[in-house]
């Protein structure tokens, strides 16, 4: 049974999120601040977390900051962000800062779940949850090596931290070096379904993952854009 942490002040929200998530079969945990939610994930093992933005002590922006520099497990777990503003400026930093997803409340429940499933379907094949059930391999391309059976990579030998979701965006780049992919065919191969107008999403990663990998991120000598159709690895 999965594990999945609810992180938000208001209580209400906390208590109806438990509700819905239990009754789709999940093993819920609830916390109120972001850094009761850290103490949670020191001592239990959560599968994924759904956190909201504004909170007292430590908001989610800088929960998720410290979490994704955790190492092993913990610096993996795919993280959902709850949003009470519709401006772009929240949604593209809880992205720059690691988060894998979002939700602007008032959420939709089953959008929210169908989230919550793509999430943890994909972190299973990422081999965080259960046994991997696609063939894992090696890849490498122009100095960049992916171990998706050690779920490593590494530049010009030097390991590279990557979110879930950034693991799994190169993963698709870099078993078709040169090929264009459109970013709803990105978001669709990294998420399972699809993006329902979200493509935005997928330009916010690949900045983040030239920041990683480029030496000059302005300049990319790896991941190319290709205007008007998309993204390769070149």
Same mark, same amino acid.
């Given at each position: 049974? @999965?594990?999945?942490?609810?992180?938000?002040?208001?209580?209400?929200?906390?208590? +109806?999120?438990? $509700?819905?998530? &239990?009754?789709? /079969? @999940?093993?819920?945990?609830?916390?109120?601040?972001?850094?009761?939610?850290?103490?949670? $994930?020191?001592?239990?093992?959560?599968?994924?977390?759904?956190?909201?933005?504004?909170?007292?002590?430590?908001? /989610?922006?800088?929960?998720?900051? *410290?979490?994704?520099?955790?190492?092993?497990?913990?610096?993996?777990?795919?993280?959902?962000?709850?949003?009470?503003?519709?401006?772009? &400026?929240?949604?593209?930093?809880?992205?720059?800062?690691?988060?894998?997803?979002?939700? &602007?409340?008032?959420?939709?429940?089953?959008?929210?779940?169908?989230?919550?499933?793509?999430?943890?379907?994909?972190? =299973?094949?990422?081999?965080? +949850?259960?046994?991997?059930?696609? #063939?894992?391999?090696?890849?490498?391309?122009? !100095?960049?090596?992916?171990?998706?059976?050690?779920? &490593?990579?590494?530049?010009?030998?030097?390991?590279?931290?990557? =979110? %879930? =979701?950034?693991? +799994?965006?190169?993963?698709?780049?870099? *078993?078709?070096?040169?090929?264009?992919?459109?970013?709803?065919?990105?978001?669709? +191969?990294? *998420?399972?379904?699809?993006?329902?107008?979200?493509?935005?999403?997928?330009?916010?990663?690949?900045?983040?993952?030239?920041? #990683?990998?480029?030496?000059? %991120?302005?300049?990319? *000598?790896?991941?190319?854009?290709?205007? !008007?159709? /998309?993204?390769?690895?070149?």
């Amino acid at each position: 049974m @999965y594990t999945i942490l609810v992180c938000d002040d208001d209580v209400d929200i906390a208590s +109806a999120l438990k $509700i819905y998530l &239990t009754a789709e /079969g @999940y093993n819920v945990l609830v916390a109120h601040d972001g850094e009761a939610a850290l103490k949670i $994930i020191a001592s239990e093992r959560v599968h994924l977390v759904i956190m909201d933005i504004m909170m007292p002590k430590l908001d /989610g922006i800088a929960a998720t900051a *410290r979490l994704r520099e955790a190492d092993g497990v913990a610096g993996g777990i795919p993280i959902i962000l709850l949003t009470a503003k519709s401006e772009d &400026t929240d949604i593209v930093l809880g992205l720059n800062i690691g988060a894998d997803d979002y939700v &602007t409340k008032p959420y939709n429940p089953v959008e929210l779940m169908a989230r919550v499933k793509a999430q943890l379907r994909r972190y =299973t094949k990422l081999g965080g +949850a259960t046994d991997i059930k696609d #063939k894992p391999g090696v890849y490498q391309h122009g !100095g960049i090596l992916l171990d998706d059976n050690a779920k &490593t990579v590494t530049l010009d030998g030097e390991q590279v931290s990557l =979110t %879930p =979701t950034e693991f +799994a965006l190169l993963k698709v780049l870099i *078993r078709e070096p040169g090929h264009v992919f459109s970013s709803k065919q990105l978001y669709e +191969a990294v *998420r399972g379904e699809s993006p329902f107008g979200a493509e935005g999403m997928i330009a916010v990663h690949i900045r983040h993952l030239r920041e #990683k990998l480029e030496i000059d %991120p302005s300049n990319p *000598r790896h991941i190319k854009v290709v205007w !008007g159709q /998309g993204y390769k690895l070149e």
